[in-house]
């Protein structure tokens, strides 16, 4: 065989073994069906075998929530925020592939959480929603008028007047006597 016509076949191989990587990497930080399918080009078939042979169970089966809802609630919120806040400012460095900003986004969210002995009430596949939310502008970020931060709202957020959820908590917020829940005092 010539290298021309190997070529080809040497490229494939490279790209199943870097989708193959990159779909177990994905499972490892427990992303659903819906994730795999979307950010590699792997067979659903081939996507089961592996989500089995990496996380020792099948995939949860049913649809992600298709709402902006929960991303707009105020603890939800607040974690919706830092990580899209950790994924932007990741985006606009070094041209790294959208999956890799989104795995390195969620780690850091992740270490940011757990520094902080809150839990992480975002998961991945949570995340993942997110950034799609944003690509389709069905939620954006807005700078809050008093803090200056910026976070997760509406796409058409009056700017002039939004204040978060941190500087206007709702009256029972930091109440929850949960642990790992936000507390404000
Ligand atoms: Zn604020």
């Not at 490229?11 to 990159?22: A, D, G, T």
């Not at 042979?53 to 049913?62: N, V």
């Not at 986004?105 to 975002?122: G, K, N, P």
Request: net charge positive; with cysteine; charged share 20%.
């Amino acid at each position: 065989m010539t290298t021309a016509a190997a070529t080809p076949v040497v490229k494939s191989v490279l790209n199943e073994s870097r989708q193959i990587e990159r779909a177990a990497e994905l499972i490892r930080m427990g992303a659903r069906m819906q994730v795999l399918e979307s950010e590699t080009t792997l067979s659903y078939e081939r996507l089961i075998r592996l989500y089995k042979e990496i996380a020792g169970k099948s995939p949860s089966k049913g649809q992600l929530p298709f709402s902006t809802d929960w991303f707009l609630t105020w603890q939800e919120n607040i974690h919706s925020s830092l990580f899209l806040n950790i994924y932007e400012y990741l985006s606009k460095g070094a041209s790294l592939d959208p999956v890799d900003v989104l795995t390195k986004a969620y780690r850091l969210y992740a270490e940011q959480v757990e520094s902080a002995e809150i839990e992480a009430l975002l998961s991945f596949t949570r995340a993942w929603r997110l950034v799609k939310f944003v690509d389709a502008q069905m939620l954006s970020m807005t700078k809050c008028s008093q803090c200056g931060g910026n976070f997760v709202t509406e796409p058409y957020e009056n700017a002039r007047h939004f204040v978060c959820g941190l500087c206007n908590p709702p009256a029972r917020a930091g109440k929850s006597k949960s642990s790992g829940a936000l507390m404000l005092h």
